[in-house]
């Protein structure tokens, strides 16, 4: 049996316990226990988890096992019961989605996959805290897969919020995966428990815990040879009990005098071997053949490895049972301890633990055993026979998508040892594998020999996608489209597919503002995908006709093209080629200040990217950030904008998320975030369209009197916008009211004239609210006409701009203040100082004040302008149904989906609402929230 961590842990015992008993209350917290092998670190997860049991918490627990570092969430789907038949219907989906059923129907190299699974099961953890306190318990994670740390890492993230308790436990020398997870849950906060030796007295008192009495001077002397190591210490006792080598005289447990004469063991392996030495050599050499396999110990099958009748492997099973080396665990039996697990293995030689890993490989594949447990041992095993190619190939798709890296190991290995007659489909299986692994530039190598090698026509077409596709993730558009050309060139394309390579070279060159050429592999898409009846084709080009529409201007065509899109690619999102289709719908509405179609169009991008993790949804976010920009609904703002800036950006659209918080910040009188680009060119092309978000930020800090300077400075982005850049006028004129009042301030007229001249013309060719508000409003500051000015206000409050509404209204009142009427400037500005204390903006409240007051004009009534800033008045209308809502008990991912609005923009606002509030979890948040609606 393990050390009881009773002895000499106490105070490490307490901490457990009084950040379980936190957590169980709703605070959580994070705990790291690092310690070298035998030190404590399992007894003291064991006392961890028992005492969460006793709180009434649910625990989960599992541990990292070191042959499954490859395999993508061995260790957290261990601990969550991720890996076995369970009959939790949430468990049951994520586990579903953790083996990739079904993802390779849609794609033949899907991508992004482990984000989506990993936002699967934080939805799950989080479900599972919304309805009771929870514990996550995981020992050895030195030995933890990639994927499985970053889950941890997220997990950790405002960890004090939930009911939640994450326990995990690590040798003291970490792989550097491991060590960076310790780094980010102590840079939160985590507790840090480092299990050192235990003392003389401890020593003692284990040493009397076991063997029924204190250890006398001989035995004392011994044993402190283990220099307080408890496994040390319990394991030597363990073999001098068995040796029958200690004598319990008087009250003292001592030595006998052959034992004391036998000295110490040179090292705790040795001792772990000392103790096993009383088994027969049979059972002995059968339970170090178990060791090299695994922790886990099926019988049934360790039976069909070694080749030995069940009965008789029980027989020995028994045995270890009883002599403490395995442990019953449920579905399986367990060495006690790695230590034991490594001392048999260490007396294996080499050749004959890879024979073993070979032939239970074998083994799994004819039993139909999970194809993962059948690659890890093929992969510790030697070369690989007909047979076991056989099953490689057969798996091939379902192991990529379960273990990508274990299956470019073995498909590395087994190109190495076959003809080139069996080659290509091996090679073909090895370029999806890497793009699943997201190693990209190996994909293009071997994509690139297996094209030049391949004599199978069809699947050489499938290799061209691949490699167009593992460029284009890298961001080499143009080496795509060479690629793209070169297929369309060969004699034996299948006509298929003819469609889909032009719509992926028309995608391509849209990106690389080959606008012409975009168009004209847009319409051959289109043709080609017509003849074919390739639905997928089809849509793709009338998509990029779409984006292009939109970058000219028309934005009218540019939404009827993206519903053509919708309606030949469906909602969804093709992994291989995501395209965007419901993203540009909602840009589309949005531009046309359709605001509530566009919220709904935008949810429903966010779901399908979120599902197949694609890479859009940095772009959602910031457009649902811009949305909520214009209406002024900032807070809700800024949670989108922290949502967005945790996920990938390939499409480099984070400094527009970034240049709207700085904006925000700025009409706040909030400290301003660093400027995200310093100077236009340095990024790529994607990157650089967002300058103008920077200068913007730059121009409204400044003086009045350089009102001139930052014309200079700014005006420049509209003068030159255009649909090479992805920006043009009808994109860009929500820059256009602060321009004008530069132009009024800086008396440069023919700018001012410049301004009103194309927003009208922009307005009289597309109609839209916001377009014809912008353009009155640039017209009445030109004229300093209150009444133009205040009709703009008027159509900004029909469109719902709010921010833009009440600069109107700041700009008729100074108007009217100008020509002397004082009181429909006074109603003015108390309408607009209304409105920027909705939006918190004191910045401009503190700006109108001043204006008017040099012009003799005051508020219409005093009193305070600012929003609350603490309680439930402080929170938004986004908040206040979030925050009931977490009251009434639903987790995020339900309240995300009641709401369409991505999970981690939920816990961005929960994480607002309870600064807001002044407390610290969501356990407190229900009671406050009972206390308020039941006050009189």
């Not at 044993?223 to 001098?240: I, M, N, R, S």
């Not at 292009?548 to 291989?576: T, W, Y």
Request: charged fraction near 25%.
């Amino acid at each position: 049996m393990a050390a009881p961590v009773f002895v000499g842990r106490d105070a490490e015992v307490e901490l457990l316990r009084e950040l379980a008993r936190a957590a169980a209350a709703g605070t959580g917290a994070a705990v790291l226990v690092e310690g070298e092998p035998g030190i404590g670190k399992t007894s003291l997860l064991d006392a961890a988890a028992g005492e969460c049991g006793r709180l009434g918490m649910r625990v989960q627990r599992g541990a990292a096992e070191d042959l499954e570092q490859q395999l993508p969430f061995s260790a957290i789907g261990a601990c969550l019961g991720l890996l076995t038949v369970t009959d939790d219907p949430a468990q049951a989906r994520v586990a579903r989605l953790l083996r990739g059923e079904g993802v390779l129907a849609l794609s033949a190299a899907a991508a992004n996959h482990q984000l989506a699974v990993t936002e699967a099961i934080l939805d799950l953890v989080d479900a599972w805290c919304a309805a009771g306190p929870v514990a996550v318990i995981v020992d050895d994670v030195q030995w933890a897969d990639p994927a499985s740390l970053v889950v941890l890492h997220r997990l950790g993230r405002g960890i004090d919020e939930y009911p939640l308790l994450v326990v995990v436990a690590t040798r003291a020398t970490s792989r550097a995966e491991a060590a960076g997870l310790l780094r980010s849950l102590q840079s939160r906060g985590a507790d840090l428990v480092e299990l050192a030796a235990l003392p003389e007295a401890a020593v003692t008192a284990l040493v009397a815990d076991r063997l029924g009495a204190p250890p006398g001077p001989r035995l004392g002397r011994l044993v402190a040879g283990a220099g307080g190591h408890p496994f040390y210490v319990t394991e030597l006792l363990a073999a001098l009990t068995r040796e029958d080598r200690i004598r319990v005289v008087r009250g003292t447990a001592e030595l006998t005098p052959d034992a004391a004469d036998a000295g110490m063991p040179r090292s705790l392996l040795d001792t772990i071997l000392r103790r096993l030495s009383f088994l027969p050599r049979k059972e002995r050499e059968t339970l170090q053949q178990a060791a090299v396999l695994g922790r886990a110990i099926d019988v049934g099958e360790l039976a069909a490895v070694l080749e030995m009748p069940a009965m008789a492997l029980s027989e020995v099973m028994f045995t270890a049972l009883d002599a403490g080396v395995v442990v019953d665990a449920g579905p399986y039996l367990e060495f006690r301890h790695a230590l034991i697990r490594q001392a048999l293995c260490e007396g294996v030689p080499e050749q004959m633990r890879t024979a073993l890993h070979l032939r239970a490989g074998q083994v799994l594949t004819a039993s139909g055993a999970p194809v993962e447990r059948v690659a890890e041992h093929l992969i510790a095993g030697t070369a690989l026979d007909a047979g076991t190619l056989d099953w490689l190939v057969a798996s091939a798709d379902e192991l990529m998508a379960r273990a990508p890296a274990t299956a470019v190991r073995l498909l590395r290995r087994a190109l190495a040892a076959v003809s080139e007659e069996r080659a290509g489909e091996l090679r073909f299986h090895l370029v999806r594998a890497l793009i699943w692994e997201s190693s990209l530039e190996e994909a293009e190598q071997t994509a690139r020999e297996a094209i030049r090698l391949d004599p199978d026509p069809h699947r050489r077409s499938t290799l061209y996608w691949l490699l167009m596709d593992a460029l284009f993730r890298q961001g080499r558009q143009a080496d795509a489209v060479q690629v793209a050309t070169a297929a369309l060139a060969a004699d034996d394309l299948p006509p298929a597919d003819v469609g889909r390579l032009h719509g992926f070279c028309a995608k391509c060159r849209f990106f690389l503002r080959e606008h012409q050429a975009a168009a004209n592999a847009a319409a051959l898409a289109i043709k080609h995908g017509e003849q074919a009846g390739d639905g997928y084709a089809v849509g793709l080009g009338r998509l990029v006709q779409g984006v292009l529409r939109f970058v000219e201007g028309d934005i009218g065509q540019g939404l009827a093209l993206s519903e053509q899109a919708i309606a030949d690619l469906g909602k969804g999102v093709l992994p291989d080629m995501p395209a965007g289709q419901c993203v540009l719908r909602g840009y589309c509405l949005l531009q046309l200040d359709r605001l509530d179609e566009a919220e709904q169009e935008l949810a429903d991008a966010l779901v399908s990217n979120q599902r197949y993790g694609g890479p859009y949804l940095t772009l959602v976010h910031a457009l649902r950030a811009q949305l909520r920009f214009l209406t002024g609904a900032w807070d809700d703002a800024l949670a989108e904008i922290e949502a967005g800036l945790e996920y990938p950006d390939p499409l480099g659209d984070k400094p527009w998320l970034r240049g709207l918080r700085r904006l925000i910040a700025i009409h706040r009188g909030e400290p301003v975030p660093e400027a995200t680009i310093v100077a236009q060119g340095q990024g790529g092309a994607a990157e650089a369209q967002y300058v103008y978000l920077d200068t913007w930020a730059r121009v409204l800090q400044e003086e009045p009197a350089r009102a001139q300077h930052c014309l200079d400075l700014f005006y420049p982005f509209w003068e030159h916008a255009s649909a090479r850049d992805h920006l043009p006028h009808r994109v860009m004129y929500h820059i256009c009211p602060d321009l004008a009042r530069l132009a009024a301030a800086a008396g440069d007229r023919d700018r001012a004239a410049a301004l009103v001249a194309k927003t009208e013309e922009l307005a009289a060719a597309q109609p839209a609210v916001s377009l014809t508000a912008t353009a009155r409003l640039c017209r009445g500051l030109a004229e300093g006409d209150p009444d133009l000015l205040l009709a703009a206000a008027e159509s900004y409050a029909d469109c719902g701009w709010r921010l833009y509404e009440a600069q109107a209204r700041e700009d008729a009142a100074v108007a009217y203040a100008a020509r002397g009427d004082a009181e429909p400037a006074r109603a003015a500005l108390t309408r607009a100082l209304d409105l920027y204390t909705a939006m918190d903006a004191s910045r401009d409240i503190f700006r109108a004040d001043a204006r008017l007051r040099r012009l003799g004009v005051r508020r219409g009534r005093p009193g305070s302008r600012k929003r609350p800033k603490h309680g439930w008045e402080a929170l938004t209308e986004t908040e206040h149904r979030i925050a009931l809502l977490v009251a009434s008990g639903m987790s995020n991912p339900d309240i995300a989906a009641q709401l369409f609005l991505s999970r981690r923009t939920v816990q961005s606002h929960v994480s607002n609402i309870l600064a807001k509030l002044g407390i610290r979890s969501r356990v407190e948040l229900a009671v406050t929230a009972h206390q308020r609606a039941t006050s009189p």
